[in-house]
């Protein structure tokens, strides 16, 4: 992932500095730490950074301090403050100063990370013209030339000429969904206008509900004092793209019903309808019409959304895609690792076709990526290819260990809840014990059983395994 954005944090305990600063550069964020305010000045006054993240009971002063200090800079970056236990006075009075957000500690990272990013890109998309060219970092390649692929792509260019068309884009995890919803975007009329993407699956449902509607000043407690717009106003002109919307509460489904069929909404807590031109993009993992069928997806929904269809096929239906997607990968990874590779040997090329591929794309961009990372030569072999062995049953195999991992999906997200799952049932709930297994510091994993709903009941943990 590359870095983007930069991030002065400052927080005066080592531990949680360095386990924020961990999470945050994993997410791609370039992190410059701080442990006091006296050094935080310091760099905000010879460093122009994107956010600031602040604890606002600094040892040397108070926080609110810094964050009105920058929040009154030329080009402000954007806020967010940390605390223990934030009463709803200190929540106020911090977004009365310029704070996007209070987090509680400790710090839910991907929340952290989801609420920089979505910030950081909606300033950045406000602040591009019609007359600047399209960012093509904004429209990746769509790679191959595979009969299967070539339908999608005629789908593209059939939906991009039509530019209120709603589009539901479905294919396993890993397939390229987002890449199909971009191009949809910056193929057609609305280029010049905002491509606003979010996960339904990462968020709870009030949110999403605040992510996606906005809201006005006052409406729930810690709610900023000007209120917020949500991406269906941001995005006004552009497209909203919403990721796993099968994963949508009902009671949201239905009230993006209403923006389908009358383009326009209400803000949380607001009476004034708000009025829109967007396109929206929805994709899933899941097989839609039968969460309809199941009661889990409203049935007037699917078919509002279901206008224009998008089949993405997975990776092994599109076998003669994989030697064109592996050298583009290559050629990336060796670029940005100043690698001297050239390319696969014969024998790696027929490795990777004969690969199942059950991650599809984004599990063959992984691969691509560590085979550049251990090469030693200019050509990537056999040796250098972290291919697990799959069996009829869906599981992976442990290399380390042997065990069979059994697998719920075949998601990052999937596999890496189950590993969770398997370590925490092994070291007989060892938190310490079960990072270290795991390679990730304490605060990383508590923050990951919180995401995956990981109960701290020893039994529930060793019976889930």
Request: charged share 30%; net charge negative; with cysteine.
């Amino acid at each position: 992932m590359p870095n983007r954005y930069s991030v002065l944090l400052v927080e005066p305990d080592p531990a949680t500095r360095s386990d924020v600063e961990e999470a945050l550069k994993v997410e791609g964020f370039r992190v410059t730490p701080a442990g006091d305010l006296q050094t935080a000045r310091r760099l905000l006054s010879s460093h122009s950074v994107d956010a600031l993240v602040t604890e606002l009971r600094a040892p040397d002063g108070p926080g609110l301090d810094l964050v009105r200090e920058a929040a009154r800079r030329p080009e402000s970056p954007v806020i967010v403050a940390m605390s223990d236990y934030p009463d709803t006075r200190e929540v106020v009075e911090a977004m009365r100063s310029g704070a996007l957000d209070v987090v509680e500690k400790p710090v839910y990272t991907e929340r952290l990370s989801h609420l920089l990013q979505t910030a950081l890109e909606t300033r950045r998309t406000k602040s591009q013209t019609s007359s600047q060219p399209v960012d093509q970092l904004s429209r990746p390649p769509i790679i191959g030339n595979s009969p299967e692929l070539s339908k999608v792509m005629d789908q593209i260019a059939r939906v991009s000429a039509t530019p209120g068309t709603t589009v539901l884009i479905q294919g396993e995890s890993g397939t390229g969904k987002e890449l199909v919803a971009r191009a949809v975007h910056f193929d057609g009329d609305r280029r010049d206008h905002p491509f606003m993407a979010i996960n339904c699956a990462a968020l709870n449902e009030s949110i999403l509900e605040a992510e996606l509607f906005g809201y006005e000043k006052g409406s729930f407690t810690g709610a900023n004092v000007a209120g917020k717009k949500g991406l269906f106003e941001a995005a006004d002109g552009g497209t909203v793209f919403l990721d796993e919307i099968g994963e949508m509460s009902q009671s949201l489904q239905a009230k993006l019903l209403r923006v389908l069929q009358e383009n326009s909404f209400k803000r949380v807590g607001g009476v004034q309808d708000v009025n829109m031109d967007i396109r929206i993009i929805a994709a899933t993992n899941r097989e839609l019409w039968e969460e309809v069928a199941s009661g889990r997806f409203r049935k007037d929904l699917y078919f509002r959304l279901n206008v224009m269809p998008i089949v993405v096929p997975p990776l092994r239906h599109r076998k003669d895609d994989i030697p064109e997607l592996a050298h583009h990968f290559l050629e990336r990874f060796a670029e940005s690792l100043r690698k001297p590779i050239r390319g696969l040997s014969d024998e790696a090329t027929r490795m990777l076709g004969e690969h199942p591929w059950p991650g599809n794309v984004r599990e063959l961009r992984n691969v691509c990526e560590y085979a550049v990372i251990v090469c030693d030569g200019s050509m990537i072999e056999p040796r250098h290819l972290a291919l697990h062995d799959v069996s009829d049953d869906a599981a992976v195999v442990d290399q380390a260990s042997g065990n069979m991992l059994p697998l719920k999906d075949w998601s990052i997200r999937g596999m890496e809840e189950e590993l969770i799952r398997m370590v925490l049932a092994e070291t007989r709930f060892n938190i310490t014990r079960a990072a270290r297994e795991l390679g990730i510091n304490r605060s990383t994993l508590y923050n990951k059983m919180r995401d995956y709903g990981l109960s701290r009941d020893r039994r529930e943990i060793r019976q889930s395994v």
